[in-house]
Protein backbone atom coordinates (compact mmCIF):
# COMPACT_ATOMS: atom_id res chain seq x y z
CA UNK A 1 0.00 0.00 0.00
CA UNK A 2 1.38 3.41 -0.48
CA UNK A 3 0.40 7.00 0.77
CA UNK A 4 0.01 9.81 -1.76
CA UNK A 5 -0.89 13.56 -0.06
CA UNK A 6 -3.41 15.60 -2.26
CA UNK A 7 -3.43 19.39 -2.02
CA UNK A 8 -6.88 20.98 -2.66
CA UNK A 9 -8.44 24.30 -2.74
CA UNK A 10 -12.32 23.70 -1.43
CA UNK A 11 -14.55 26.93 -2.36
CA UNK A 12 -17.35 29.13 0.04
CA UNK A 13 -18.82 30.86 -2.66
CA UNK A 14 -21.67 27.56 -3.64
CA UNK A 15 -25.01 28.25 -3.54
CA UNK A 16 -27.12 26.34 -5.91
CA UNK A 17 -27.32 22.53 -6.83
CA UNK A 18 -26.21 23.25 -9.95
CA UNK A 19 -23.17 24.96 -8.85
CA UNK A 20 -22.02 22.37 -6.32
CA UNK A 21 -22.40 19.59 -9.29
CA UNK A 22 -20.04 21.77 -11.54
CA UNK A 23 -17.39 22.02 -8.76
CA UNK A 24 -17.65 17.98 -7.19
CA UNK A 25 -17.04 17.10 -11.11
CA UNK A 26 -14.29 19.61 -10.95
CA UNK A 27 -12.84 18.75 -8.33
CA UNK A 28 -12.94 15.34 -8.87
CA UNK A 29 -11.23 15.66 -12.00
CA UNK A 30 -8.41 17.41 -10.65
CA UNK A 31 -8.13 14.46 -8.08
CA UNK A 32 -7.68 11.74 -10.69
CA UNK A 33 -5.06 14.09 -11.98
CA UNK A 34 -2.95 14.52 -9.37
CA UNK A 35 -3.43 10.97 -8.60
CA UNK A 36 -2.45 9.54 -11.77
CA UNK A 37 0.34 12.13 -11.79
CA UNK A 38 1.67 10.72 -8.40
CA UNK A 39 1.27 7.12 -9.22
CA UNK A 40 2.66 7.30 -12.57
CA UNK A 41 5.80 8.87 -11.09
CA UNK A 42 6.03 6.65 -8.28
CA UNK A 43 5.51 3.52 -10.56
CA UNK A 44 8.33 4.41 -13.13
CA UNK A 45 10.57 4.83 -9.96
CA UNK A 46 9.64 1.14 -8.64
CA UNK A 47 10.76 0.06 -11.99
CA UNK A 48 13.69 1.68 -12.47
CA UNK A 49 14.91 0.31 -9.25
CA UNK A 50 14.14 -2.87 -9.10
CA UNK A 51 15.38 -3.21 -12.87
CA UNK A 52 19.24 -3.63 -12.81
CA UNK A 53 19.81 -3.99 -16.85
CA UNK A 54 21.47 -1.30 -18.18
CA UNK A 55 19.39 0.79 -20.79
CA UNK A 56 20.08 -0.05 -24.79
CA UNK A 57 20.70 2.58 -26.97
CA UNK A 58 18.42 2.34 -29.53
CA UNK A 59 20.41 4.04 -32.33
CA UNK A 60 23.80 1.95 -31.63
CA UNK A 61 22.24 -0.95 -29.34
CA UNK A 62 25.15 0.02 -26.70
CA UNK A 63 24.92 0.16 -22.97
CA UNK A 64 26.83 2.43 -22.15
CA UNK A 65 24.27 4.96 -21.05
CA UNK A 66 24.26 8.31 -18.59
CA UNK A 67 21.04 9.96 -17.12
CA UNK A 68 20.50 13.09 -18.97
CA UNK A 69 16.97 14.94 -17.51
CA UNK A 70 13.93 14.83 -18.53
CA UNK A 71 11.27 15.01 -20.99
CA UNK A 72 8.33 16.95 -20.16
CA UNK A 73 4.98 14.93 -21.60
CA UNK A 74 1.29 15.70 -21.59
CA UNK A 75 -0.87 13.21 -21.79
CA UNK A 76 -4.62 13.78 -22.41
CA UNK A 77 -7.22 10.84 -20.40
CA UNK A 78 -10.44 10.60 -19.44
CA UNK A 79 -10.26 13.10 -16.31
CA UNK A 80 -8.34 15.36 -18.56
CA UNK A 81 -4.76 16.74 -19.49
CA UNK A 82 -2.21 15.23 -17.08
CA UNK A 83 1.11 16.40 -17.10
CA UNK A 84 4.46 14.75 -16.21
CA UNK A 85 8.15 13.96 -17.11
CA UNK A 86 9.43 11.37 -18.81
CA UNK A 87 13.37 10.65 -18.17
CA UNK A 88 15.75 10.74 -20.49
CA UNK A 89 19.44 8.84 -21.36
CA UNK A 90 22.10 9.57 -23.09
CA UNK A 91 24.37 7.24 -25.06
CA UNK A 92 28.27 8.11 -24.63
CA UNK A 93 29.74 6.10 -27.52
CA UNK A 94 27.04 7.78 -29.76
CA UNK A 95 25.66 10.34 -28.39
CA UNK A 96 22.01 10.21 -29.17
CA UNK A 97 19.17 10.94 -26.54
CA UNK A 98 16.25 8.66 -26.14
CA UNK A 99 13.63 8.41 -23.22
CA UNK A 100 13.43 5.39 -20.81
CA UNK A 101 10.79 2.61 -21.99
CA UNK A 102 9.14 0.61 -19.67
CA UNK A 103 6.99 -2.18 -20.05
CA UNK A 104 3.41 -1.04 -19.63
CA UNK A 105 4.31 2.51 -19.75
CA UNK A 106 4.83 3.39 -23.35
CA UNK A 107 3.14 5.70 -24.86
CA UNK A 108 3.77 4.39 -28.48
CA UNK A 109 4.09 7.90 -29.99
CA UNK A 110 0.18 8.63 -28.83
CA UNK A 111 -0.67 11.30 -25.90
CA UNK A 112 -4.25 9.68 -25.51
CA UNK A 113 -4.86 6.99 -23.46
CA UNK A 114 -6.86 4.01 -24.71
CA UNK A 115 -10.14 4.76 -22.60
CA UNK A 116 -10.17 8.39 -24.19
CA UNK A 117 -9.80 6.67 -27.76
CA UNK A 118 -12.75 5.06 -27.16
CA UNK A 119 -14.98 8.02 -25.98
CA UNK A 120 -13.66 9.91 -28.67
CA UNK A 121 -14.80 7.06 -31.38
CA UNK A 122 -17.92 6.95 -29.40
CA UNK A 123 -18.62 10.50 -29.63
CA UNK A 124 -17.81 10.55 -33.64
CA UNK A 125 -20.16 7.83 -34.16
CA UNK A 126 -22.72 9.37 -32.89
CA UNK A 127 -22.70 13.20 -33.74
CA UNK A 128 -21.13 15.09 -36.36
CA UNK A 129 -16.99 15.52 -35.57
CA UNK A 130 -17.70 19.04 -34.43
CA UNK A 131 -20.10 18.00 -31.77
CA UNK A 132 -18.63 15.33 -30.75
CA UNK A 133 -15.35 17.56 -30.39
CA UNK A 134 -17.27 20.22 -27.95
CA UNK A 135 -18.93 17.11 -26.13
CA UNK A 136 -15.57 15.98 -25.67
CA UNK A 137 -14.86 18.59 -24.01
CA UNK A 138 -17.81 19.46 -21.95
CA UNK A 139 -17.11 15.66 -20.38
CA UNK A 140 -13.16 15.10 -20.35
CA UNK A 141 -12.24 19.07 -20.25
CA UNK A 142 -9.67 17.71 -23.19
CA UNK A 143 -9.56 19.73 -26.51
CA UNK A 144 -9.85 17.20 -29.44
CA UNK A 145 -10.14 18.53 -32.90
CA UNK A 146 -12.30 16.95 -35.06
CA UNK A 147 -10.28 16.31 -37.39
CA UNK A 148 -8.86 14.26 -35.04
CA UNK A 149 -11.42 12.37 -33.89
CA UNK A 150 -12.47 11.82 -38.03
CA UNK A 151 -9.03 10.11 -37.84
CA UNK A 152 -9.57 8.40 -34.62
CA UNK A 153 -12.45 6.84 -36.53
CA UNK A 154 -11.46 6.51 -39.93
CA UNK A 155 -8.24 4.15 -37.84
CA UNK A 156 -10.78 2.04 -35.95
CA UNK A 157 -13.18 1.29 -38.65
CA UNK A 158 -10.43 -0.13 -40.65
CA UNK A 159 -9.69 -2.03 -37.89
CA UNK A 160 -12.76 -3.40 -37.43
CA UNK A 161 -13.51 -3.71 -41.38
CA UNK A 162 -10.09 -5.98 -41.45
CA UNK A 163 -11.30 -8.43 -38.75
CA UNK A 164 -15.00 -8.51 -39.68
CA UNK A 165 -13.92 -9.62 -43.42
CA UNK A 166 -11.26 -12.56 -41.50
CA UNK A 167 -14.58 -13.39 -39.31
CA UNK A 168 -16.49 -13.43 -42.41
CA UNK A 169 -14.43 -15.76 -44.30
CA UNK A 170 -13.88 -18.18 -41.78
CA UNK A 171 -17.90 -18.43 -41.53
CA UNK A 172 -18.27 -18.49 -45.27
CA UNK A 173 -16.30 -21.33 -45.70
CA UNK A 174 -17.60 -23.39 -43.06
CA UNK A 175 -20.79 -22.93 -44.18
CA UNK A 176 -20.01 -23.58 -48.03
CA UNK A 177 -17.69 -27.00 -46.51
CA UNK A 178 -21.16 -28.03 -44.39
CA UNK A 179 -22.77 -27.28 -47.69
CA UNK A 180 -20.87 -29.16 -50.26
CA UNK A 181 -20.57 -32.24 -47.35
CA UNK A 182 -24.81 -32.26 -47.05
CA UNK A 183 -25.28 -31.87 -50.82
CA UNK A 184 -22.67 -35.09 -51.91
CA UNK A 185 -24.05 -37.14 -49.27
CA UNK A 186 -27.94 -36.86 -50.34
CA UNK A 187 -26.38 -37.12 -54.01
CA UNK A 188 -24.84 -40.19 -53.02
CA UNK A 189 -27.84 -41.92 -51.30
CA UNK A 190 -30.44 -41.39 -54.39
CA UNK A 191 -30.76 -43.90 -57.30
CA UNK A 192 -29.13 -43.13 -60.24
CA UNK A 193 -31.57 -42.89 -63.21
CA UNK A 194 -30.62 -44.34 -66.54
CA UNK A 195 -29.69 -42.00 -68.97
CA UNK A 196 -30.13 -41.60 -72.78
CA UNK A 197 -26.53 -40.85 -74.35
CA UNK A 198 -27.01 -38.15 -76.78
CA UNK A 199 -26.53 -39.32 -81.00
CA UNK A 200 -23.50 -36.60 -81.29
CA UNK A 201 -21.08 -36.65 -78.33
CA UNK A 202 -16.94 -36.47 -77.99
CA UNK A 203 -15.63 -40.03 -77.50
CA UNK A 204 -14.34 -40.14 -74.05
CA UNK A 205 -18.39 -40.45 -72.82
CA UNK A 206 -19.16 -43.82 -74.65
CA UNK A 207 -19.16 -45.16 -71.10
CA UNK A 208 -22.81 -45.71 -69.49
CA UNK A 209 -21.63 -44.48 -66.55
CA UNK A 210 -20.59 -40.77 -66.28
CA UNK A 211 -19.31 -38.81 -62.93
CA UNK A 212 -21.28 -36.70 -60.98
CA UNK A 213 -19.76 -33.24 -60.74
CA UNK A 214 -21.05 -30.73 -57.74
CA UNK A 215 -20.18 -27.25 -57.65
CA UNK A 216 -20.77 -24.99 -54.33
CA UNK A 217 -20.46 -21.38 -53.99
CA UNK A 218 -22.71 -19.28 -51.54
CA UNK A 219 -22.17 -15.31 -50.15
CA UNK A 220 -24.00 -13.66 -47.16
CA UNK A 221 -26.85 -11.09 -47.50
CA UNK A 222 -27.54 -8.33 -45.26
CA UNK A 223 -31.13 -9.23 -44.16
CA UNK A 224 -31.97 -5.15 -42.98
CA UNK A 225 -35.89 -6.00 -41.66
CA UNK A 226 -34.25 -9.58 -39.36
CA UNK A 227 -31.28 -7.43 -38.68
CA UNK A 228 -29.38 -10.26 -39.26
CA UNK A 229 -27.13 -11.94 -42.49
CA UNK A 230 -28.33 -14.80 -44.72
CA UNK A 231 -26.27 -17.17 -46.58
CA UNK A 232 -27.17 -16.96 -49.95
CA UNK A 233 -26.60 -20.24 -51.37
CA UNK A 234 -25.85 -21.53 -55.42
CA UNK A 235 -25.15 -24.80 -56.56
CA UNK A 236 -24.62 -26.91 -59.60
CA UNK A 237 -24.93 -30.88 -60.71
CA UNK A 238 -23.69 -32.00 -64.26
CA UNK A 239 -22.17 -35.05 -65.75
CA UNK A 240 -19.22 -35.01 -68.38
CA UNK A 241 -21.76 -35.97 -71.52
CA UNK A 242 -21.07 -32.85 -73.88
CA UNK A 243 -21.56 -32.25 -77.46
CA UNK A 244 -18.60 -30.05 -79.41
CA UNK A 245 -19.62 -27.67 -81.31
CA UNK A 246 -16.83 -25.70 -82.40
CA UNK A 247 -12.72 -26.69 -81.72
CA UNK A 248 -12.21 -26.03 -78.10
CA UNK A 249 -15.93 -25.26 -77.69
CA UNK A 250 -18.62 -27.89 -75.49
CA UNK A 251 -21.18 -27.60 -74.25
CA UNK A 252 -22.67 -29.63 -71.11
CA UNK A 253 -25.72 -31.61 -72.23
CA UNK A 254 -26.89 -32.57 -68.71
CA UNK A 255 -26.05 -30.01 -66.04
CA UNK A 256 -28.73 -28.75 -63.25
CA UNK A 257 -28.80 -25.28 -61.30
CA UNK A 258 -30.37 -24.59 -57.78
CA UNK A 259 -29.94 -21.62 -55.51
CA UNK A 260 -31.47 -20.93 -52.10
CA UNK A 261 -31.64 -18.46 -48.98
CA UNK A 262 -33.08 -21.33 -46.89
CA UNK A 263 -31.16 -23.94 -44.72
CA UNK A 264 -28.47 -26.40 -45.86
CA UNK A 265 -30.73 -29.35 -45.83
CA UNK A 266 -33.72 -27.67 -47.64
CA UNK A 267 -31.07 -26.89 -50.67
CA UNK A 268 -30.13 -30.16 -50.69
CA UNK A 269 -33.84 -31.27 -51.03
CA UNK A 270 -34.01 -29.25 -53.86
CA UNK A 271 -30.85 -30.09 -55.52
CA UNK A 272 -31.95 -33.59 -55.73
CA UNK A 273 -35.67 -32.56 -56.68
CA UNK A 274 -34.31 -30.79 -59.68
CA UNK A 275 -31.64 -33.85 -60.48
Known amino acids: MKTIQLSLQIADDITSIDQLEQYIDHLGQQIKRQLFTNMLTQLRQSKSQSDSTPSTCPSCKKTETIAWGNRPRVLKTVFGQVHFHLPRQKCQPCQHTFSLSMPGLELSGNNI ?9 LCGSSWSFRQAANLLLQLTGVELSFSHI ?7 ARIVSVQDQAEYDQVEWEALAETTEALVESVADQPQPARIEPAHHSADNDSPFSPTYIGIDGTFINAQPANRFLQAKAAIIFTNQRMTVSQGRNVLLNKRYVGSCLSVSELSRETIFLY
Open 113 to 121: TSELRKIAI
Open 150 to 156: RWLCANE
